[in-house]
C-alpha cells in the first residue's frame, strides 16, 4: 500500500486549508456558530464553487468523482477551523447514501443540486432513541406522522432523506422540509460549531416520486454511507487534536511564569508531545483506512479500517481536547479561548455513526466469535 | 468521643436542616453553588443568616471568637450531614474557613474585633485576590501595587479567577509593597472594601457558559491604613498560611456533593440503558469507588489533624487536591459518555442537566487553586524529597 | 469513621516491618526465591514467635485477637519486601476460613498450631480451572481421586483445605499433604517469591474426623475468607507500589545524565508524584476498608469496600511497577535490580481471589440492577 | 512499480521461503530473534547463510556494492512476505542495516573491499558498542577511551546493551580519541574484532531470565590503525548517521512480526475463554487496529523516504519508536492479562509461552534505542520545536 498523496491531492487538501483558516478563523467561525445558528452560509457557497460539495459524487452528476483520500484530507481542515457548514451531513452521508442506491435516474435527479451546494440534503443518523415514524398509505402516496428528536444540520437544509417501515418493507423518501406539516426547532447545543434540530411531522404528504429506494437497497446504502462518514469524522477528529496542539504549543511559548517561557518546561513538553504521537498515530490510521477504501476492500476489511480510524482519531480528539483546557491554565476554561469548543465537539462526535467502543465490540465479533469466522 | 456521641449529634445537624431547608430556602436544596446555574446568591446570603441563627457557622472556631470549639470529628459530621441534607454550596466559605482562621492567627484585636462577628453572623461576604493575569500558578509574580498614602493604602492591578467578587463585600489581596521587591518579598496582605469607585469587577465567562470568576481591576482603591494583616513586607507569609487553611474539614462537605452527583449519574445510566453496557458498568463501579477512597483520603488527612497543630503535612494531605480534582474531571466525562448524544443537546431533564454542569465545570477543578502540574512539582518536591 | 492507628497497631506494623526490613532484604529474598523455593523458614518460625501468624485469630486458640486493621498494616510489609513466607495462604486465607466455621471444637484443635506457625494451612483458590476431585464414600469417611492444578504454598505447607461435594452436600475437609496417595510437584513459576504447586491425589483416604463442615456453611467461611484474604491482598500490592517507589525516587536522585541527577528532570518528577498519587490513595482505600471491616458491616457493603480496595491497589501497583522499570532505565529490566520481581508479583496478584475487573462488575450488579435493590 | 509488478515479487518471496525454510532450518520457523528462547543462533548464521544464496540479503544496498537496489516499496514486500513466511529474527540485522550503510557513507574503498562481503554472504557478523553504564540516555557521555599506538588503536573502557555479542565477530565501538575532551568533541568510531583477549563479554541477565544483551569490556582491545570509520574526532557524527539509519525499512518485518503475536493472543483468548469478556474484547479489538495503524504509520514513513532523500525527518517519524514500544508493551500487559493466572504459571502450550515472553521481553522495548523519555524530548523539541 503506498501512501503517498499525489499533487492534486495536496492540491485540494491546501486550497480548503487556505480557504478556511481565513474564512472560518476563529472569530468568523464565532460568529457563525453563536450568531447564525451555526451555519456559514457565505462560507458554503465558496465550498460549493470549489466542488467540495461533491468530492466523492460521480462526475457524471457535477461531482468531482474523487476517492476517500480527497474526503479525509478535506475534513482534517474542517475539524480543524471547526467549520460551520453541513458538508459531513451532505456532501458526504446524504451524497454518499443517494449515490449508492445505484440508481440513475435517482442520482441525476438529486445530485446535481446537492454536488453543487445548492441543495442541502440531511438525514436522521439516530443521535436521541425515538419512536418510528407512523406511515400511512394515502391515495399518492404516504403520509407520515411524529418526531425526529435530533436531525442534525436540519435548519440549513431543504430536504431530509428518512427510511420508513410501511408494510414490511423499508422505503427511503426524501421529503422537503418546508413542506405542509413539517416544523423545524432548532434545539440548544452545547457544540454550537453542528447544530441540531428538532423536525416534527404532521400529516406529511410525500409522494411516489419522493420514494428513492425500497428494500434491503435501503439500508444497504445508509451503511454504507454512515460507515464512510464514520472514516470522515475520524479525520476531522484529528483536525480538531492538531488545532488543539498549535494553540497549546503557541500559548506555552508565549506565557512566562517562574521567569522562563512555559515551553521549557519538560513535563509540559512531553505532554505536548504526547499529543502530536497520538494525533499523528490517528492521521497515519485515518490515511492508512483512505487509501485502502479507495482500493474497494470488502466488508470485513472496511469493518476493520474503520474502526481503526475511528477507535485511534478519537483517543487523540480526547486527549488533545483535554490538554489543551489543561495546559492552556486559567484561560483554558475561559469561553473567549478556543479549547473549549475543541473539547465540546470532540464529546458530541463520539455520539455520532457509532461509537468508537460499538465499532470495536462489532469488529471483535468479527475477529473473535466462531460464528462469525 | 464516640461513635454514640456522632451518633446524637449527626441527627441533631439532620432534624436541624430538615426543620430550616424548607419554605424560602427549598430552592436551594441541592445547589452545588460554584458552577450551578440553578444557585441564586441573594437567597444564598439569607440562608447563611438562617445557618448563622442556628449556630451553624463557625461550628469549629474557638469559643473566644464566637465560635463552638467542636472537635474535628463532629466538624466532619456536620459538613457531610449538611450536604447529605441538600444543604446548597456555601456563599459565607471564604470568609469563614480561609479569611477567618487568618485573622485569628495573624489579626489585631481590633481587626478581629470588626471582621469576626460578620462572618459569623452571615452579613459579610469575603472574596479572594491572589491570581494575577501573569501570576497564575507563579503566585509569587505578584503586580498589583500597594503604597500608604496618608491613613490609606492606595492600590492599583489586577486580581482574577476571583469567585463571587460581584456578591462580596471585601476582598484580601496581595499587593507588593516595596517598589522594586523581587517575588516573596515586599508583599503585604490588605483587607479592601470591594464597593467603592477603584474597584471594578468583570465577570469572566466560562466553559459552561456562565460567569462562576471575575476578575478585579483596582486602580487608586483605598482602604485604612490599619487593614493590613500581619506586618507589611511580610505578606507573603500570611497568604501562604492562609492558603494552607484551605486544605481542611470542609472537604468532606464537597465529597458529599460527589456522592450526590454520583447518585445520579447512577439514576441516569440505569434510566437510559448505559447501565446495561459492561464498559460503562466497570467504569462507574470504577468511579464510585475511587469517589468511595477520596472519603478514605479525607479522612486520614483529618485523623492526622485531630492529632498534632503545626504538624509537618502528610502525605495524603499532598495528594488531596490532586486526587479529589482529577477524580471529578474523569467522573465529568463519565457522565457524559453516559449522555451520549444528550450529553451536548440540553433538555428537561434536571438530573441530566447537574450531569452537563459536572462535565463542563469539572475541567476547571485541575486548574484553579493549584493546577494539575503545580501540585506534581509540590508532591514531588516536598512529599518525595526530589531536587527542584 | 476514625483512621486514626493506634500506639499499638503502630507498634505490630513497625516491628515486622523492622523484622522484614532485615530477614528479607533483596538479598535474603532472593535466597529464599530461587535457592529455597520461595520459602524462608527461619523467617517463618520469627514471625510465628511475634505472634504474626495468628494476628486476627481469636486468643483462645492462641491467636492475638486483633482487626482487619492490623493485618493490612502487617500485609503491606510483607508486600513491600516480597517476604517468601506464606502468610496469607496460612496466617490469612486458611486462618479465617477454619475460624469462620463457627465451630470451637475445630477451632480448638486446628487453629492454635496454625496461629504459632507450626502447621502451615494452605487451600485452593482456584488459580487455574480444573475438574472437581472425585469423591466416593468410603468405610471409615471418603476417598478422594484428581488433580489440583496450583496450588498456594502447597510444599511448605503440611495440611490442605478442600471442599469436596459428596452426594449433593459440600464438605470442607483437611488432608495431610504428606498423606498416602499425595503427590506434590513444585511449578514453574515466574513469580517465584509465591511458590505454587500441583497436587495429585490418587485413592486418598479421608477420615469423618477430618472433615471440618458441612452444607452452606463451607461456602459462607470460604467466601468470607476469601474476601478478608482480598482486602489483605490488596494491602500487599500497596507495599510493592511503595517499594516501587522508593527503589525509583532512590535510583534517580543518584543516576547522573547529561550532567545532572535524573531526579532534578521535571518530566520524571511528575511520574513519580503520580506514583505516590496512585499509591497513598490505594492506602487510603486499604485503610479505610479495613477500618470499617472491623465493625462488621452488612454484606452489601463489605462487597463495595472490597471491591474499593481492589480496584485502587491493582492500579497503583500496576503503575508503579510498570513507572519502576521505565524509571530504572537499561538496569530497570535486568535481572540483578528488583523492579521486575515486583512487576512479576503485582500481575501474579490480579488473578488471585478474584480480578479487579470480577470484583467491579459484582459490585456495579448491586449498585446499578433493579433486581439487586 | 505497479501493485501487479509487488504481487510478482510478493510470490516470488513466498515461493523462496516456502522452499528454503524447512528441513534443517524448519526449527527456526517463527522464531523472533532476540528475546526468543527458542532460538539457535549457530542454526540462525547458516540461515543468513541460505539468504544469502538466495540474493536475500542486501536487497536495497546498491549494485556496486553487491546488493540488488531495490526500491523501498519493494523491500517492504520483501520484509512482509519473510515475516509472514515465518522468517526468523536476523541475526544478521546489525550489519547488514547499521554498519554496512555506514560504510558506503563513511568508509574508504579498502574498508568496504574487506567488510561488506562477509555481511552480504552471511560469514561475518557485528555488534554495536554505543551506550556506556554512565552514558545511556546521554549518548555523547562517552568514557571509554582509544590511543594510538603504533600500527593500533588500544582500547580500554567499558560498552554494554550489546545485543548478540557472544556470537558476533567484530564492534564497532564509539571511542574518546582526544584526551580531556568533552562530550561529541574527540570522539571515533573505531571498527574492533571481538574474539581477542582484550575483550571479555559479560552476558546480562534480563527479566526474562535469559541474557539476551551483554557488557562488553576492553582491556588493552586492539584493532588495527586503519580501521576508523570517518576522522578520528569525527565519530559523533558517523555514530548519529548509523543511528539514523535504524529507522528503516526493516520496521515492516517487525510489524509483521507484531501480527504475528497478535494472531497468538486472539487464538489463546479464544481457547481460554478471555474472548468471552466484553472487557478483554474491547482491549483486543483496540490493540488489532493500533497494529494497523503502526503500519500505516510505517507506511507513511516509507512513502516520504521513496521521494526524498535526506529530507526532514516527518513527523510521522519522530513518533514511529515511541509508537511501536509502547503498543508492544501494552500488548504484552494485555497478554498476561489474556493468560490470567497462567501468565506466570508456565505451561506446555507454545501460544502461552510466546506471549510470556512478549508480556516480560516488551519492558525492554520502551528502553533500548532510545527511553520513551528521549523520544518524547525529540518529539517536543526538533518535531514541535519546542525551547531545550
Given at each position: 500500500?503506498?501512501?503517498r498523496?499525489t499533487?492534486e491531492q495536496?492540491q485540494?487538501?491546501?486550497?480548503v486549508?487556505?480557504?478556511?483558516a ?6 468568523s ?9 451555526g451555519f456559514?452560509a ?6 460549493g464553487?470549489?466542488g467540495?460539495c461533491g468530492?466523492n459524487l460521480p462526475?457524471?452528476?457535477?461531482g468531482l468523482?474523487?476517492?476517500?483520500t480527497?474526503?479525509?484530507l478535506?475534513?482534517?481542515?474542517f475539524?480543524?477551523?471547526l467549520?460551520?457548514?453541513?458538508w ?13 442506491l445505484?440508481d440513475?435516474?435517482v442520482?441525476?435527479r438529486?445530485?446535481?443540486p446537492?454536488?453543487?451546494?445548492e ?5 436522521d443518523i439516530g443521535?436521541?432513541e425515538?419512536a ?7 391515495a399518492a402516496?404516504w403520509q407520515?406522522?411524529g ?7 436540519a435548519m ?5 432523506l428518512?427510511p420508513?417501515?410501511?408494510?414490511g418493507?423499508?422505503?427511503?423518501v426524501?421529503?422537503a422540509l ?15 460549531t453542528?447544530p441540531?434540530?428538532e423536525?416534527?411531522?404532521t400529516?406529511?404528504?410525500?409522494d411516489?416520486?419522493a420514494?428513492l429506494a ?8 445508509l451503511?454504507?454511507?454512515?460507515q464512510l462518514a ?6 476531522e ?5 492538531q488545532q ?8 506555552l511559548a508565549?506565557r ?6 512555559l515551553?521549557?518546561?519538560q513535563?509540559l513538553?512531553h505532554?505536548c ?5 497520538d ?6 490510521a485515518v490515511?492508512g ?7 474497494g476492500p470488502d466488508e470485513?476489511?472496511r469493518l476493520r ?5 475511528r ?8 486527549y488533545?481536547t483535554?490538554?489543551a483546557i489543561?495546559l492552556?491554565?486559567?484561560?483554558g476554561?475561559?469561553w473567549e479561548?478556543?479549547?473549549h469548543l475543541?473539547f465540546?465537539?470532540?464529546q458530541a ?8 467502543a460499538?465499532?470495536?465490540e ?5 475477529l473473535?466469535?466462531e460464528?462469525?469466522? | 468521643?464516640?461513635d ?7 441527627a441533631e445537624v439532620r432534624?436541624w436542616?430538615q426543620?430550616?431547608l424548607r419554605?424560602e ?9 460554584l458552577g450551578d446555574s440553578r444557585y441564586?446568591?441573594?437567597l444564598?446570603k439569607?440562608?447563611?443568616q438562617?445557618l ?7 461550628v469549629?472556631?474557638p ?5 463552638r ?8 459530621v456536620?459538613?457531610?450531614?449538611y450536604?447529605r441534607a441538600?444543604g446548597p ?9 480561609l479569611?477567618?482562621?487568618t ?8 481587626q478581629q ?6 462572618i459569623l453572623?452571615g452579613t ?9 493575569p501573569n ?16 491613613d490609606s ?11 463571587w467578587a460581584h456578591?462580596?463585600d ?11 521587591s523581587q517575588?516573596h ?7 479592601v472594601p470591594?464597593?467603592?469607585p477603584g474597584v471594578?469587577?468583570r465577570?469572566?465567562?466560562q466553559?459552561?457558559?456562565?460567569s462562576?470568576f ?14 493590613h494583616l500581619?506586618?507589611?513586607?511580610e505578606?507573603?507569609?500570611v497568604a501562604m ?5 484551605e ?8 465529597q458529599?456533593?460527589?456522592?450526590r ?6 439514576e441516569?445510566?440505569?434510566r ?6 459492561p464498559?460503562m458498568?466497570?467504569?462507574i ?8 477512597a ?6 486520614r488527612?483529618?485523623?492526622?489533624g ?8 502528610t502525605r495524603?494531605a499532598?495528594?488531596a487536591k490532586?486526587?479529589w480534582?482529577n477524580w471529578?474531571?474523569?467522573?465529568g466525562?463519565?457522565?457524559?459518555d453516559v ?12 438530573l441530566?442537566?447537574?450531569?452537563r454542569?459536572?462535565?463542563l465545570?469539572?475541567?476547571s ?7 494539575n502540574?503545580?501540585?506534581l512539582n ?7 524529597g526530589?531536587p527542584?
Open positions: 500500500m503506498d501512501l498523496l499533487e495536496r485540494i487538501a491546501d486550497s486549508g487556505e480557504l478556511l481565513n474564512a472560518s478563523d476563529s472569530a467561525m464565532r460568529r457563525a456558530a453563536f450568531d447564525h445558528g456559514d457565505a462560507l458554503w457557497a465558496q465550498l464553487e470549489l467540495v468530492i462526475e457524471a452528476q457535477g468523482g474523487l476517492g476517500v480527497e474526503l479525509v478535506v475534513a482534517e481542515e475539524g480543524r477551523r467549520a460551520c457548514v453541513p459531513l451531513e451532505s456532501a458526504v452521508l446524504a451524497g454518499t447514501a443517494i449515490a449508492s445505484g440513475d435516474a442520482a441525476a438529486w445530485l446535481p446537492l454536488a453543487s451546494g441543495r442541502i440534503v440531511t438525514l443521535l436521541l425515538c418510528p415514524l407512523a406511515v400511512r398509505r394515502s402516496g407520515l406522522d418526531v425526529l428528536p435530533a436531525i442534525p444540520a440549513a437544509a431543504s430536504s431530509l428518512v420508513v417501515q410501511v408494510d418493507e423499508r422505503l427511503l426524501i421529503v418546508d413542506a405542509t406539516g413539517m416544523a423545524r426547532r432548532e434545539r440548544a447545543n452545547l457544540d454550537a453542528r441540531i434540530a423536525v416534527r411531522l400529516a406529511v404528504r410525500v411516489e416520486s420514494c425500497r428494500g434491503a437497497t435501503v439500508d444497504r446504502a451503511d454504507r454511507s454512515r464514520a472514516v470522515v469524522l475520524a479525520s477528529q484529528v483536525g480538531v487534536a488543539c496542539l498549535d494553540l497549546t504549543v503557541a500559548h508565549q512566562v511564569q517562574f521567569g522562563k517561557p515551553a521549557t518546561f513535563a513538553k505532554r508531545a504526547q499529543m502530536m504521537v494525533l499523528e498515530l490517528a492521521r497515519s490515511l483506512a483512505a487509501r485502502e477504501l479507495d482500493g470485513g476489511r479500517l474503520t474502526t481503526m480510524a477507535s485511534l482519531a478519537d483517543d487523540a480528539a480526547r488533545c483535554q490538554e489543561q492552556h491554565g486559567g484561560v476554561f475561559t479561548y478556543d479549547p475543541y465540546k465537539r470532540a462526535a463520539r455520539s455520532w455513526l457509532g461509537t468508537p460499538e465499532w470495536r462489532r469488529f471483535a465479533h468479527a473473535l466469535d460464528a462469525a469466522q | 468521643m464516640t454514640r456521641d456522632h451518633d446524637a449529634f449527626r432534624t436542616m426543620e430550616h419554605g430556602f427549598a430552592p436551594l436544596a441541592g445547589c452545588g453553588g441564586d446568591p441573594k444564598a439569607r440562608w447563611e438562617e448563622a441563627r442556628g449556630g451553624w457557622v463557625g469549629g472556631w469559643k473566644e471568637h464566637g465560635g470549639a467542636l472537635p474535628l470529628s463532629q466538624q466532619v456536620f459538613h457531610e450531614e450536604v441538600g454550596g456555601r456563599l459565607g466559605h471564604i470568609g469563614e474557613t479569611l477567618a482562621p485573622l485569628m492567627a495573624f489579626g489585631t484585636p481590633p474585633q470588626r471582621f469576626l462577628p460578620g453572623a459579610e461576604y469575603w472574596a479572594q485576590g491572589y491570581s494575577e501570576a497564575g500558578s507563579d503566585l509569587a509574580n505578584v503586580q498589583t501595587r500597594a503604597r500608604l498614602e496618608g493604602w492606595v492600590i492599583d492591578g489586577q486580581k482574577t479567577w476571583t469567585s456578591e462580596s471585601w476582598i484580601f489581596v496581595v499587593a507588593r509593597c516595596e517598589a522594586g517575588r518579598r515586599g508583599l503585604v496582605m490588605l483587607l470591594l464597593r467603592q471594578t469587577i465577570p469572566i465567562r466553559i459552561t457558559g456562565d462562576e471575575n476578575e478585579v481591576f483596582f486602580a487608586g482603591a483605598r482602604t485604612e491604613a490599619s487593614l500581619g506586618a507589611p513586607g505578606g507573603w507569609k498560611a492562609l492558603l494552607g487553611f486544605r481542611g474539614v470542609s472537604t468532606l462537605g464537597q458529599a456533593g460527589f456522592e452527583e454520583m447518585e445520579c449519574l447512577v441516569v445510566a440505569r437510559n440503558g448505559a447501565a446495561r453496557d464498559l458498568r466497570q467504569r463501579a470504577h468511579a464510585a469507588v475511587a469517589l468511595d477520596l472519603r478514605c483520603n479525607a479522612l488527612v483529618l485523623a492526622q485531630d492529632e498534632a497543630e503545626g504538624a509537618p503535612v495524603e499532598y495528594i490532586y486526587v480534582s471529578r474531571r474523569d467522573f466525562r463519565l457522565a457524559a449522555l451520549g448524544a444528550a450529553a451536548t443537546l440540553p433538555d428537561d431533564d434536571p441530566a442537566q447537574k450531569l454542569q459536572v462535565w465545570f469539572s475541567r477543578d485541575t486548574i484553579y487553586a493549584g493546577t502540574e503545580i501540585q509540590l508532591i514531588a518536591e516536598r512529599a518525595l526530589m527542584r
